[in-house]
């Protein structure tokens, strides 16, 4: 089955820029979404079709795709930024979701 | 203002069975491509199943294929999960997404999610 690898954890100073791979085969080929989830509450999309943001997220959020990985970047990161991030894509016999990324704002 | 509500979460013995509903508000449901996802304690999250608006189509991850079923009734706006034969591996809160509209393979509302604990 098809399987999205993300690091565990990512921890970032506040200010500073945080990145997250999410490794899958030919993942450039789909389109790559992003979740945030903080503790206790439901996931939000933050990143759709690679790189585009949904109304409300703010512009810190940005996406990238190709090859094999897609990004996510926060850029300025935010205390209020600190949680469980995943991506999702599409395969041929339905919907995967990445590993899970923790980020930490220290 | 689109909602999502989950409801039927509970307490079940393996082998048992359990239907989630989730009743949606603030859109056209009949349009929209729904979708469950789980996610058990401490655990990432895990697509389940999704069918189209108008239950043409309809996919299941390999956990659940064989003993789950997914279904929706546009009249009254509400999806369903009926659950057969459950494990204690599926214990996880289910929630209930919608794919977008633009982009079927986001999911752009969740609801608040229902707990199912599977244990003897």
């Known amino acids: 089955s098809y399987e999205l690898t993300q690091p565990p954890s990512v921890s970032v100073s506040p200010g500073q820029t945080a990145s997250i791979t999410c490794s899958g085969d030919t993942l450039g080929d789909s389109d790559a979404s992003w979740y945030q989830q903080k503790p206790g509450q439901s996931p939000v999309l933050v990143i759709y079709?690679?790189?585009k943001r949904p109304s409300g997220i703010p512009e810190r959020f940005s996406g990238s795709n190709s090859g094999n990985t897609a990004t996510l970047t926060i850029s300025g990161t935010q205390p209020i930024d600190e949680a469980d991030y995943y991506c999702q894509a599409w395969d041929s016999s339905g919907y995967v979701f990445g590993t899970g990324t923790r980020i930490t704002v220290l | 203002e689109v909602q999502l509500v989950e409801s039927g979460r509970g307490l079940v013995k393996p082998g048992e069975s359990l239907t989630l509903s989730c009743a949606a508000s603030g859109f056209t449901f009949r349009n929209y491509i729904m979708n469950w996802v789980r996610q058990a304690p401490g655990k990432g999250l895990e697509w389940v199943a999704s069918?189209?608006?108008?239950?043409?189509?309809?996919f299941y991850a390999d956990s659940g294929r064989g003993r789950f079923t997914v279904s929706r009734d546009n009249a009254d706006n509400s999806l369903y999960l009926h659950m057969n034969s459950l494990r204690v591996a599926d214990t996880a809160v289910y929630y209930c997404a919608r794919a977008m509209a633009t982009a079927g393979t986001a999911f752009d509302y969740w609801g608040q999610g229902a707990l199912v604990t599977v244990s003897s």
């Open positions: 069918i189209s608006s108008s239950s043409s189509f309809i």
């Open positions: 079709q690679d790189t």
